[in-house]
């Protein structure tokens, strides 16, 4: 319990001026050469030019990916990395970076700071993220929250079983889907960002060099 109470401890004092977030999922197996890598890196520097900062896990593949495109564009880059037994180390393109024990200390931490998630295709661990952000919009444990996914033929199945069977059984609400917006294009995902986040929550721009948010009264 002490192990896990600094755990968190920790988490805050280091991510407490990183000011508002988009944290981008999926997988760390993509190479540099994998057009999800690229997707990633084009839509991170879109993002981070709106004045967001970019978080992710730390790791390799689509997080490397988010975090070097906001390095392209200038902004801040923030990685909440995890010790593993086969050790994942942190990329090079982060500003900051924290080592987790825990993966729920984690995920606590990548959801508390962002006002919207990315999400690429991705294995287990992604999904997990996934399905616990949109879990906490659905039940209203976070607010209007826009939940993003990238790599529309990747998802299909997946889309179409929440929409179809899922919908169909009664397991969730007609308007649950809605939660997920699915594009492959990275200006709809600024535009989504600019809708749902930055008006939503009444994000006011600062006037430095790297742009920044914040909420506004």
């Known amino acids: 319990m002490v192990r896990i109470a600094a755990e968190f401890i920790r988490g805050f004092r280091s991510l407490h001026f ?11 197996r993509f190479p540099e050469t994998h057009p999800h890598y690229d997707l990633a890196r084009k839509t991170a520097a879109a993002v981070a030019r709106m004045g967001f900062t970019i978080m992710t896990g730390g790791g390799p593949g689509i997080m490397e ?18 010790e ?15 080592e987790f024990r825990y993966f729920f200390v984690r995920k606590v931490m990548l959801v508390k700071y962002s006002y919207a998630f990315v999400v690429l295709p991705g294995g287990y661990g992604t999904l997990d993220e996934l399905f616990e952000a949109v879990t906490l919009v ?21 889309i179409e079983f929440i929409r179809g069977r ?13 939660i997920i917006t699915v594009t492959d294009s990275p200006e709809e995902a600024v535009a989504v960002l600019e809708r ?13 060099p790297r742009r920044r948010w914040f909420l506004g009264e």
């Open 18 to 28: 990183v000011g508002p977030c988009v944290t981008f999922f999926g997988s760390a």
């Open 65 to 82: 990916a988010a975090n070097r495109g906001a390095r392209d564009a200038g902004g801040r880059s923030i990685g909440c990395n995890i």
């Open 84 to 98: 593993l037994p086969m050790e994942q180390r942190p990329n090079p393109y982060l500003d900051r970076f924290v």
């Open 138 to 158: 659905q039940t209203g444990k976070i607010h209007d929250f826009p939940v993003v996914l990238m790599g529309r033929d990747y998802w299909a199945p997946m």
């Open 166 to 178: 899922m919908v169909e059984a009664g397991t969730i609400s007609a308007d649950d889907p809605n």
């Open 196 to 208: 749902e986040a930055v008006k939503t929550f009444g994000l006011v721009r600062t006037a430095v």
